[in-house]
């Protein structure tokens, strides 16, 4: 399986992560601090809305990754070498329901001098080539 951080990328993504976790923690705190007589169903509730709301950061930073095409280091699916991002470009896909306008992020292979099109969240049919 190939990756596709970098181990810089990484460790940005996991720093934004925890500093997102250690907000929601002391939110958590803060409200427990704040609250006299707490009933467990006050815990509970609290929990479930903690939850959400960390679940909503860790989809949001991943969102936001895969947007801003940062994850490095796509390999050629024909050569296995790296991959330069060339900026988006239209790709038009036949679906089942008619024709369908793709602005994607493309990639060139300087050895196999071939443009490709990564997988998206958009795409189910693997890695496109032009
Ligand atoms: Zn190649």
Request: charged letters at 35%; one cysteine or more; aromatic letters at 6%.
């Amino acid at each position: 399986m190939s990756k596709k951080l970098t181990p810089e990328r990484r460790e940005a993504l996991k720093k934004k992560l925890m500093n997102d976790l250690e907000e929601q923690v002391d939110t958590y705190l803060d409200w427990y601090d704040s609250i006299e007589d707490i009933k467990f169903r006050d815990i509970e509730n609290q929990v479930l809305e903690t939850r959400h709301q960390i679940g909503a950061q860790l989809a949001q930073t991943l969102v936001e990754e895969e947007a801003s095409g940062q994850a490095t280091a796509l390999r050629c699916p024909v050569c296995g070498g790296k991959l330069q991002r060339k900026g988006k470009k239209e790709k038009v896909v036949v679906s089942l329901a008619g024709e369908v306008r793709l602005k994607r992020e493309y990639y060139y292979c300087p050895h196999c001098q071939r443009g490709f099109f990564p997988p998206g969240p958009d795409d189910g049919d693997g890695i496109g080539m032009e």
